[in-house]
């Protein structure tokens, strides 16, 4: 069976530190991975997508990166965190094709002071 | 455009009454519809779907769902709703491309009182 994982589950940053979170799939092989942002546990924004191996897509301008440098792992990063960068991060994946549904990760909290 | 509207930011049933959460959707050709459910500082889990074929679907937990092409609608429902439904339900549209991107709508908090 397909297992997703994130880390770390919380974290704490000050402003202006960088910031890596990490995503891996297991028991898959090429899957879409995804990263959504949450703010105050309601809506999700879509932030990155990628469908291969260096192939990522952005959703949304802001001083957040992605990348996939192996087949089942995404990162999320940034140089410079600010404020607004604080929330929860959920990253995803789905088989390739329409009629699939995604599974998401435990999530990262992100709070920045 | 594709767009996903759920129109209750929250629900409120009594433990045991079958309880309903809304989900209107605008998108072009035909759409695949999912629910997903949210507990607190958890991630999403899949509910149910619907790809084609019959228009009530039986997904996790009980829940089901009803698709409705004529008034655009993916209703949520359950019989009979248990304290432990309480959370927080996603409706999502799937657009039709390879890159499977979902398309959610905000959210409605389902309160299940004893």
């Known amino acids: 069976s397909q297992t997703i994982h994130q880390w770390p589950a919380t974290l704490v940053q000050p402003v202006g530190s960088p910031l890596s979170l990490e995503c891996t799939v297991e028991?898959?092989?090429?899957?879409?991975l995804y990263w959504y942002r949450q703010a105050a546990g309601r809506g999700l924004q879509l932030l990155f997508y990628s469908v291969g191996i260096g192939q990522i897509s952005s959703e949304v301008p802001q001083n957040l990166s992605a990348s996939r440098p192996q087949d089942r792992q995404f990162i999320l990063s940034s140089k410079k965190l600010l404020l607004s960068d604080s929330g929860f991060y959920l990253c995803a994946w789905t088989r390739g094709g329409p009629t699939y549904e995604q599974y998401f990760g435990p999530g990262t909290r992100l709070t920045v002071t | 455009a594709q767009s996903v509207a759920q129109p209750e930011d929250q629900v409120n049933v009594a433990e045991g009454n079958p309880l309903t959460v809304k989900c209107t959707y605008s998108?072009?050709?035909?759409?695949?519809l999912f629910w997903y459910v949210q507990y607190p500082n958890r991630g999403l889990q899949f509910l149910l779907k619907y790809i084609t074929g019959d228009n009530l679907v039986k997904g996790s937990y009980g829940f089901e769902a009803e698709f409705n092409k004529s008034q655009t609608s993916f209703h949520l429902k359950k019989p009979s709703a248990l304290v432990s439904d309480s959370a927080l339900y996603f409706c999502a549209v799937r657009r039709s491309s390879n890159t499977g991107k979902l398309i959610f709508g905000q959210g409605t908090t389902l309160q299940v009182k004893p």
């Open positions: 998108v072009s050709g035909n759409p695949y």
């Open positions: 028991g898959t092989s090429n899957p879409n």
